[in-house]
Each structure stands twice: as structure tokens, then as C-alpha cells.
């Protein structure tokens, strides 16, 4: 059997977690010298309180080597196969921590194979590769066909996101600084996306309106070009404004529900308040991956 695990910053629910069968290794976020576990956390209390964090940014940290090695052990002893999609090894030190620890298991148990995958990430930008997997998984495909079912939903999802300054990831080193200064100087933001697993600019406005509205456009591209299957609008803060948008302004255009959830903490400590929205389309998207599918997988 394929047993699938992630981490929390895909934002799965725990009833979500229960339901798709996927385990969920958690991150952390540090405080004040407290370390809080990510899925224990109550987002909106946390986030209510994120204007306040710049001068003391909160950090994270990613799941231990024994908390991976305690996961993929009980796999290994049942005798099944091991499929684990991690947020962005150009974000986090996840990926790694994950293939360590299989290695380790794998060495330990001979026979036991692994397909770790980088999923490039985060968000429901990682989440839609994954439930790709589980339908592969839950038809009874083999370890190979989820893993590749992952790595073609991985090129057919977008990423793109508005903060509402440049100070958080000023502050995190996410931005050089000199960019940084130059954006609050003359007031230009970025709409920001994810490719390869980095953080990119894909356009730039001089208001935080003009900006939201810059990311439309991509989207409207993209879902043009290539059709749109699912869409999820992320907030990093007050959950209210992206509501909103997301009753008036995105689901008119799609024609279809869309959901609202907070961007994980881990994310949004380094981000900052912040808008986005992620979206999976029916056909690849240019320019999103643009490595071989080996290069995002781990394989024993």
C-alpha cells in the first residue's frame, strides 16, 4: 500500500487529514521564546495580533529528524510504500529533513522504497498535486503513478500572492534590502509567485488596490489559457477583505465556489499581511516547472 504524508503547511484540516488518509507532519512556529506546534494553532487568534509581530518577528522551525524517522519507520514495518510531497525546498529545510530520514529508515529496512517529492510549494498550490496522488492511490495505482501524478498536478497550479508592505520579508532577508527600501520608498509592491520552488516577482504596482489587481490579470490569463479546475483565495491577517474578493470578485469570474482559508503561520510570519490566490488548472502551465520532473523527486 502507498502511504502518503505532508507537512502542515499545506493548511489540510485535521478532519481533511482523516478524510484523504494522508498523515500530517507538523512545523512550528517560535514566539516570545514559546514554541507553538502550527496544527494546534488557532490562525485567526494568531494573525489578529500579526501587525504587531514586525518589530519581533516570530521564527519557525521544521519537523525533527526523529519525528520523520518515527513516520516513516511505521511505514516501513507495515510493509508498505512510502509517498512523501513536502512544501519548497527553495523555502524551508523540510525536503531535506524528509530525505535524511528516509534513508536512514531505508537503510534499516531493506526493501523498503520511497518516492520524496519537493513539491515546489505551498499552500493549496501544494495540496492539489497531493490530492492527485490520493485519487491515484485510492484506485490502486502504485507508488511510480501517484509519484508522477503529483509531479503533473505540481506544473498545472499557480501561486500568486499580494503582501501588504515589504517589511516582514525585508526583515526575514526573503527581499534584499535594497529593494525593499526602494519599494516603501516609492510605494511599489510586487505580485509575487513561486517558481521552481523560489519566491518570484511577476509584476509590480505602485498601490496595494493596483497590485490586486495586477494578480487578477495573471490569473485571468492563466485560467484563459489553460481552463481552471479548483481555486482557493489565501490571507495572511484579517480574514475580511479576502472574503470579500472572493465572493465579488473572483467567484463571478470562475463561476464556481471558492474557498477562503489563511495561509499557513509558517508562511505568514515570513510574508507578512497578505493576499493570494492559488489555483489549479485542467492543463499544464508554462514557465511553472521548468526542470525535469527528476529533479523534484527523491526515489529508493
Same mark, same amino acid.
Given at each position: 500500500m502507498v502511504r502518503i504524508v505532508t507537512d502542515s503547511v499545506t493548511g489540510l484540516t485535521a478532519e481533511e487529514a482523516r478524510r484523504y488518509d494522508v498523515e500530517v507532519l507538523t512545523l512550528f512556529i517560535n514566539r516570545d521564546g514559546v514554541e507553538y506546534v502550527e496544527t494546534e494553532l488557532d490562525i485567526d487568534e494568531f494573525y489578529s495580533q500579526i501587525n504587531t509581530m514586525i518589530d519581533d518577528i516570530p521564527t519557525s522551525s521544521q519537523p525533527s529528524q526523529h519525528a520523520f524517522e518515527e513516520a516513516f519507520e511505521r511505514i516501513a514495518r507495515d510493509g508498505d510504500e512510502l509517498l512523501g510531497i513536502f512544501m519548497s525546498a527553495g523555502l524551508s529545510g523540510t525536503y531535506e529533513g524528509a530525505i535524511r530520514a528516509a534513508r536512514s529508515v531505508a537503510a534499516r529496512n531493506p526493501g523498503f522504497r520511497f518516492r520524496v517529492i519537493d513539491s515546489t510549494s505551498v499552500s493549496f498550490d501544494e495540496v492539489w498535486p497531493l490530492l492527485r496522488a490520493v485519487a491515484a492511490r485510492d484506485a490502486g495505482a502504485s507508488l511510480d503513478v501517484c509519484?508522477?501524478?503529483?509531479?503533473?498536478? !505540481?506544473?498545472?497550479?499557480?501561486?500568486?500572492?499580494?503582501?501588504?508592505?515589504?517589511a516582514f520579508l525585508r526583515a526575514g532577508g526573503r527581499i534584499g534590502g535594497a529593494a525593499a527600501f526602494l519599494g516603501g520608498?516609492?510605494?511599489?509592491?510586487?505580485?509575487?509567485s513561486v517558481r521552481d520552488g523560489f519566491a518570484v516577482t511577476v509584476s509590480k504596482a505602485r498601490t496595494r488596490?493596483? +497590485?490586486?489587481? +495586477? !494578480?487578477?490579470?495573471?490569473?485571468?490569463?492563466?485560467?484563459?489559457?489553460?481552463?481552471?479546475?479548483?481555486? !482557493?483565495?489565501?490571507?495572511?491577517g484579517d480574514k475580511t477583505e479576502a472574503a470579500r474578493w472572493a465572493r465579488e470578485v473572483v467567484e463571478p469570474l470562475v463561476?464556481?465556489?471558492?474557498?477562503?482559508r489563511p495561509a499557513s503561520p509558517v508562511i505568514g510570519v515570513h510574508v507578512g499581511p497578505a493576499v493570494g490566490i492559488a489555483y489549479e488548472c485542467v492543463s499544464r502551465i508554462k514557465g511553472k516547472l521548468t526542470k525535469p520532473d527528476s529533479s523534484y523527486v527523491c526515489s529508493a
Open positions: 509519484a508522477q501524478e503529483c509531479l503533473d498536478g !505540481m506544473a498545472s497550479t499557480r501561486y500568486l500572492f499580494v503582501p501588504e508592505s515589504l520608498l516609492v510605494k511599489i509592491l510586487p505580485v509575487l488596490s493596483k +497590485a490586486v489587481n +495586477a !494578480m487578477l490579470t495573471h490569473f485571468k490569463n492563466d485560467i484563459a489559457e489553460h481552463g481552471v479546475k479548483n481555486v !482557493m483565495v489565501h490571507y495572511i463561476g464556481q465556489a471558492v474557498g477562503v
